[in-house]
């Protein structure tokens, strides 16, 4: 299929179509008309145009009508003459193409029918009253300096030749030609030669992510590529003074000392304009939602825009501003602002951005900025970078790390004279996707305080992909002789890993933990499997003496007070549900003590010696839960020391 002609001169609106114009509520820069030339032929529609010297040029078509070959139209720059149809030197009659012809002076290139079938087709090359014709496998070029640019196989080479088809220079890729060099582009350099002699003629390297594409153009020493995949623009300063300069997404046609693009101001069309000398000033002109522009193909800075349906207009830019011819500017730029996401988020947390702002001391002149992303094992110090690619952006969006990585982002600002500014401090995100395991440092200690005045402790733990946060920590109490109570929060959102609490004797106490990591993710407990309960001893004293006990005192005792039952004698606890009975004592004939709960004597095989961190003690153990008062007495023929009991549910 035949490709169109490229041309720095040209933007068709049939190739191209800018996103619609959105208002906008701060001022709008001024917009701007140059020189009115009279109104289009009745009834004729453009579709393409160009500039060249003194003569615009159109391509035109009959609207509405059928679909067909455009009709080529000129008139005078200045206004000053009417549109005439330019004369086919072969026929005499209207010149007529398949697309917008490349005018250079008086020679123009013209293409013939589009033929899908075959990637070569013909073109003739129209100087004066004479047509040459030509053949091209690729989209041919009829550059600023008057020479051809055309492929004769689809492989290449492409060939630099003269008007009269003297051959000059070859390039195994498609070359842009200014000034008597001829660039090409490949694996991030952009390579010159000269075109009289295939000597290299200079290098130059566009930033990081600019280039893939190749360039927009190459005019009076700059070329401007396409970066961050079309989002944003740099022109490249070829002769190697200064660095490159960022600019707003294009495509962009290339001038001398300026750059156009299509764009908008408010809800209005516009030719866009940036001078790339000193200060890099911008101008935006009135265009119709067609979008034609077309800069002077013979290098004065002038624009040719079709401002209406039915209107072009001529914009003169003179005088542009001088072009740098150094760094004056010997400052870094400085970073104002910088605002990151939550270091830590669940995983599949909506995206959020990096937003950055800076300046540069003394010069109010738009930034650049490097960024680059990298990434390190979770949680440690070192980072292994990527990059830097450049951006005139100053947002980016951010992208958090998974196990067992952190993403990490940077950016600095970079000026007009190259100087480079500070890098921020890496900020380095993770998306967590695990809530945190909770493990219990207290064990499984049924009378776990020392006595009835000693508070209960429990100590857990939490182990998290990131880190714990806060801890939960709920409690349910049966006080002596009554229900159960509801779980209700002990501690909320705590970063104690511990608690302490005193309850009466004879109290049940069971408690659950769960921890909140950074990210939010709150771990899940299991009533049955992960709660930890404890049960307050009644110290002797507590408890109602008979037959024949006698109080004393120990020094092995835990509360220094011990009640010795030798026969009949005993001590009752008072009416309650109980499951398991936990006598702290002391034996003369190392046996069970006796028990009975409600008037009833339990089995002496459920008992069994059952000391707890080193407290002496025994423990009977029932089938299932019993209310009464418990009874204990010391076993026949023995004598025995009880320091404390413990009824737990």
């Not at 059928?66 to 149809?85: E, H, I, K, R």
């Not at 008062?629 to 023995?638: F, L, P």
């Amino acid at each position: 299929m035949r490709g169109r002609l490229l041309a720095l001169a040209v933007l068709a609106a049939a190739c191209l179509v800018p996103a619609q114009p959105s208002a906008q509520a701060a001022a709008d820069p001024v917009v701007e008309h140059g020189t009115a030339l009279p109104d289009l032929p009745t009834g004729q529609r453009a579709y393409g145009i160009a500039l060249s010297g003194d003569t615009v040029y159109l391509a035109l078509r009959t609207y509405p009508g059928p679909a067909g070959p455009f009709t080529v139209y000129a008139a005078p720059a200045a206004g000053n003459g009417s549109w005439t149809a330019v004369t086919d030197p072969a026929t005499a009659a209207p010149l007529q193409t398949s697309s917008m012809p490349i005018v250079h002076g008086n020679t123009m290139l013209v293409a013939g029918p589009e033929d899908d079938q075959t990637p070569c087709n013909d073109y003739r090359l129209i100087s004066g009253a004479t047509a040459t014709a030509l053949t091209s496998c690729g989209p041919p070029d009829l550059t600023r300096d008057g020479l051809v640019l055309r492929t004769t196989s689809p492989a290449g080479p492409w060939r630099i030749e003269q008007v009269d088809g003297t051959p000059l220079q070859e390039a195994s890729s498609r070359p842009l030609v200014d000034a008597g060099v001829a660039w090409t582009y490949a694996s991030g350099t952009l390579t010159g030669i000269s075109v009289a002699t295939g000597e290299p003629a200079g290098t130059a390297h566009p930033p990081g992510s600019c280039g893939p594409s190749g360039a927009y153009g190459v005019v009076d020493g700059y070329a401007v590529f396409g970066c961050d995949g079309g989002d944003f623009a740099a022109a490249v300063d070829l002769t190697g003074d200064l660095p490159a300069w960022a600019l707003s997404f294009g495509p962009w046609l290339v001038g001398d000392g300026f750059v156009a693009r299509r764009g908008n101001v408010g809800s209005a069309w516009t030719a866009d304009v940036v001078d790339l000398g000193a200060g890099k000033a911008e101008r935006h002109f009135a265009m119709s939602s067609r979008g034609l522009v077309a800069l002077d193909h013979e290098g004065s800075p002038r624009i040719a825009v079709l401002a209406s349906e039915s209107t072009v207009e001529v914009a003169d830019l003179a005088p542009l501003a001088p072009r740098p011819t150094g760094p004056d500017d010997t400052e870094p730029p400085m970073m104002d602002t910088f605002s990151a996401p939550p270091a830590v988020v669940r995983a599949g947390a909506p995206s959020s951005t990096f937003a950055w702002s800076g300046h540069d001391p003394g010069h109010p002149r738009a930034l650049s900025y490097q960024y680059r992303f990298g990434n390190r094992p979770h949680g440690t110090a070192s980072i292994t970078w990527n990059g830097p690619s450049v951006t005139l952006a100053q947002s980016w969006p951010a992208f958090y790390g998974s196990l067992p990585y952190d993403s990490c982002f940077q950016v600095r600002p970079v000026d007009w004279a190259g100087n480079i500014g500070a890098w921020t401090a890496p900020s380095c995100l993770y998306g967590d996707a695990d809530p945190p395991q909770v493990g219990w440092v207290t064990g499984w200690q049924p009378i776990q305080p020392r006595t009835s005045r000693t508070p209960v402790l429990v100590r857990y733990t939490a182990a998290d992909d990131d880190k714990v946060a806060s801890y939960d920590v709920l409690a349910r109490v049966a006080p002596a002789g009554r229900a159960w109570g509801p779980w209700t929060a002990f501690v909320q959102r705590t970063t104690a890993t511990s608690v302490r609490h005193t309850w009466p004797a004879g109290s049940n106490v069971c408690f659950l933990v769960r921890a909140r990591d950074r990210a939010g993710n709150v771990g899940q407990t299991n009533l049955t499997y992960d709660s930890r309960c404890t049960t307050v001893p009644y110290d002797d004293r507590g408890l109602v003496r008979g037959g024949g006990a006698k109080p004393g005192r120990a020094a092995w005792a835990q509360n220094g007070t011990i009640t010795t039952l030798t026969g009949s004698a005993s001590l009752t606890g008072p009416r309650t549900p109980v499951r398991t009975v936990w006598v702290s004592m002391r034996s003369r004939g190392g046996y069970c003590p006796r028990l009975w709960i409600g008037g009833r004597q339990i089995a002496a095989w459920r008992c069994n010696w059952y000391p707890i961190a080193g407290r002496p003690g025994f423990r009977y153990e029932l089938p299932r839960t019993v209310t009464g008062r418990a009874t204990v007495r010391a076993g026949r023929n023995d004598r025995i020391q009880v320091d404390a009991v413990a009824l737990a549910r």
